[in-house]
Structure formats: C-alpha cells, structure tokens
C-alpha cells in the first residue's frame, strides 16, 4: 500500500473504475458490492472510500467516460466525410463499434439520462454526462442541416424530433440485432452486418430526399 500512495489520485481511481467495470459486465450493478469491487481492485474496503464515495459515482465516471467515446466516434464520423450518406454511414458505424467496445453501456446511456440537477445528490457526472449528449445532439443537429443545405436530405424535416427517433431507431436496430443475431442468421439467412445494413438503410431513406436514393 506504500508504494499505491505516492501514485497520483486519478491512477487509483481509474484503477478502481476499471475493475469495478468488469464486475458490472460480468455480474451487473445490483449484484456487485463495493466489497466485490476493492477485491477486484487490489485495495480494503476503507482505501476504496477514500476514492470514492460510494457505487453509484462509480457508475456515474463510467458512464461519462463511455458518452465521452461515443462523442468521439460521432464526431470523428461526421469531420471525416462530405456527402449526408456517407456521413450517415459514419454514423452508424460508430454506434456499433460503440456497442461492440461498451455493450454494457450502451443502453445505459440511450435510455435514461438524468436533467434534474436541482436535487441534492445529483453527482457532478451526471451533469456533464447530460452535457455531452447534448454536444452529440449538436452534432447531429449539424449533420442534418447540412444534408438539408445540400440537398441530400429532406427539407420539410423537424430537427429535434428528428434527432430523439434517429437515436431511438438506430439504437434500437443495434441492440435487435445483438440479441437475435442467431434467430436472423437462421431466420433471415442474413449475418448480423447484413441485417444492420439493411436496417440503416432503410432509416436513411426515410430522411433522404426521394432524388438523393
């Protein structure tokens, strides 16, 4: 433990996070304990506490490091392409390597964010996890009223309606086709990458301009 304190605060603490990670993956939130955790970590219980205050700020630095990736992948798609469809397909191949490299995550932080940041234990993460969703909502924002701009994509579309479906149906096709992989190779005789494709596709055209394919 001698040679632990002199390591500055953010190693013990990613060290911590890391391996409180795993845990959430392999056994989930509820059924892990900070017990299970400092174990996991190489750390006592009373040395856990000193980095953290409890469970949930764990799972709160997490999911803000996984929103941060995603940022990351978004951002990265739409700066490395011209046209609204390959911008698009940008798009969604950064949502699966997200879901491939956080599948834990994933949903997590498509599904519930908090905005009520008036309550006492509200944690800070919370905030700046709702922060960077709203960049990334920016940011698709941008996509779109370029494609509009263009005329790549639909002039008669409602951006922030637009922008809650968009995240909603292609999560949705990306989670689908992780569950059923089996029953749509079977079913289907389509392989997974096939499936999403066909589903981004699909999406795509109900935004695109009939003339823009």
């Given at each position: 433990m001698g040679r632990r304190k002199k390591e500055p605060r953010s190693v013990h603490r990613e060290t911590i996070a890391a391996a409180a990670?795993?845990?959430f993956m392999k056994k989930g939130i509820a059924a892990t304990s900070m017990d299970d955790i400092a174990k996991e970590a190489g750390y006592s219980k009373a040395t856990?506490?000193?980095y953290f205050e409890n469970k949930e700020e764990i799972v709160g630095i997490l999911v803000l490091e996984s929103m941060k990736k995603l940022y990351g992948y978004i951002d990265?798609?739409?700066?490395?392409?011209?046209?609204?469809?390959?911008?698009?397909?940008?798009?969604?191949?950064g949502l699966v390597r997200y879901r491939e490299e956080f599948?834990?995550?994933?949903?997590?932080?498509?599904?519930?964010?908090?905005?009520?940041?008036?309550k006492q234990d509200c944690l800070p993460e919370e905030k700046e996890t709702y922060q960077v969703g709203e960049e990334i909502n920016e940011k698709?924002?941008?996509?779109?009223?370029?494609?509009?701009?263009?005329?790549?994509?639909?002039?008669?579309?409602?951006?922030?309606p637009v922008i809650f479906n968009f995240w909603g149906m292609l999560s949705g096709i990306?989670?689908?086709?992780?569950?059923?992989?089996?029953?749509?190779?079977?079913?289907?005789g389509l392989s997974k990458m096939q499936f999403l494709e066909y589903g981004?596709?699909?999406?795509?055209?109900?935004?695109?301009r009939e003339t823009g394919g």
């Open positions: 990670s795993a845990l856990l506490y000193v990265a798609a739409l700066n490395r392409q011209d046209t609204a469809k390959a911008r698009y397909n940008a798009i969604c191949d599948p834990f995550y994933f949903k997590m932080v498509l599904d519930k964010i908090n905005i009520d940041f008036e698709i924002k941008e996509f779109l009223l370029d494609g509009m701009g263009s005329g790549d994509l639909r002039d008669d579309l409602e951006i922030m990306i989670q689908l086709a992780a569950n059923k992989e089996e029953y749509i190779q079977s079913a289907m981004f596709h699909m999406l795509y055209r109900s935004i695109a």
